[in-house]
């Protein structure tokens, strides 16, 4: 099986542009969490979807939101960006049944400058 | 309450020791917790992971050790090699079945000299 996969892999914004940020999950996962690591913050929750439905969100401004697709796939997308969104995003999918184990992309680095 | 604390920020082992990393919580609701080792430009990768119905699991040369009435649990990795130097987060999440919500802790940068 092919894990979770990200795309752009590395993408370098300008204060106050968008970005937009895609999640492939494992065949079959039909859950994706979006997670936020910063060497500040640590790793830090953001949002979850399943079945296209937002199912959580974290403690982060409403700049961020994000969508899920019929096919599980999904998008995260930041709005006026700004200096502290340099990060590294992840994503992570997770199956239906237990043990829930939830699996990690590579992640794709943010620099905004 | 919602926080996973670990412990040591850094650890430096040497070959074939013993590296043993320390988390604790506070949310008696957490059910699941879970072992990530992470490389450099690598995402997470789970390890192994433990529900608090047990005291300890065993994969191979990791470990994880679970003391409920501490609200503490450990990773221990037996034998330690250069190969696992990297950086391990350990996390906690409850009612795994409504929710994929992980809560990390904030990570132990091992070392592992040869």
């Known amino acids: 099986k092919a894990g979770v996969t990200q795309t752009p892999r590395y993408l370098i914004k300008t204060r106050g542009q968008q970005v937009t940020l895609s999640c492939s999950p494992i065949?079959?996962?039909?859950?994706v969490s979006w997670y936020q690591q910063t060497p500040g913050q640590g790793l830090q929750f953001l949002f979850e979807y399943f079945s296209e439905t937002q199912r959580n969100k974290g403690n982060f401004p409403g700049r961020f939101s994000g969508r899920q697709f019929s096919n599980s796939r999904s998008e995260m997308n930041v709005s006026t960006l700004e200096l502290g969104d340099s990060a590294l995003y992840l994503c992570a999918s997770r199956g239906d049944l237990p043990p829930y184990e939830q699996y990690f992309g590579p992640g794709t680095r943010l620099t905004v400058t | 309450q919602q926080q996973v604390k670990q412990s040591p920020q850094s650890l430096i082992v040497q070959k074939g020791g013993i590296s043993i990393i320390n988390c604790a919580y506070e949310?008696?609701?957490?059910?699941?917790f879970p072992w990530y080792q992470q490389f450099p430009g690598k995402g997470p990768a789970l390890l192994i992971a433990?529900?608090?119905?047990?005291s300890e699991k065993k994969e191979g040369r990791f470990t994880i050790s679970f003391n409920k009435s501490a609200k503490q649990f450990s990773l221990h990795i037996m034998d330690s090699q250069p190969g696992d130097s990297a950086t391990y987060f350990c996390a906690a999440s409850s009612k795994r079945g409504a929710t994929n919500k992980l809560i990390f802790g904030t990570g132990t940068l091992l070392a592992v000299q040869p």
């Open positions: 065949s079959g996962h039909r859950s």
């Open positions: 433990i529900r608090p119905d047990v």
């Open positions: 949310n008696t609701a957490f059910d699941y």
